[in-house]
């Protein structure tokens, strides 16, 4: 991983400060953290396990992926798949737009923002311009966190639909790391028969 520079430290700081004014808690790893700063660390944290010799845009976008998410509620669109197709998009969009002043006061250029904005919208999954490892990072940052929540509130059937859509937008090096994720005995059940 690069050497931290001190824009970089102080684009995460930014970064963690806004997150951490999320109200909605999650316990990852012993630890009661905001959902949002959680998310952000961890997917930041599998960046270099997906990719050699991240960039400061990739580990940055990683780490804003979920910039203040729950300023926009998942309820305020409609059930169904649809209706969270576009909440999810809509984020994407939100959490691009909200980082440039993050970044820009922290000293990155132009160029270096606008790569952070295309990696948080995601708009096609590659491995050449990053998306692939953004995904990835994000989707096994959500099975760690947010798994068990989901199996207490849905049927069986229906998690493990979640499960293997989930899956379905990862990389075959992600779904290999799925078995390093510190899962409760339930979860790694559910996770097992998704994936099987």
Known sequence: MRGLTERFTAALAAIDAANAEDPNRVVVRGEELPLALAHGRLAAEWI??????PDDALLLAARAHHLRRWELPRDRYPDGRAGYLRWRRDQKQRHA????????????EEATINRVQ???RRVRLDESSGTQAMEDAACLAFIETQLSDLADRLDTDHMVSVV???????????????????????GAELLERALS
Request: net charge negative; aromatic share 2%; no cysteine.
């Open 164 to 186: 293997q859509k989930v899956a379905a937008k990862m990389s075959p090096a992600a779904l290999a790391l799925v078995a390093r994720l510190p899962l409760s005995d339930d």
């Open 97 to 108: 737009t909200a980082v440039v002043g993050l970044l820009g006061g922290a000293g990155y």
């Open 48 to 53: 270099p396990e997906l990719v050699d010799d």
């Open 118 to 120: 295309v990696l948080l």
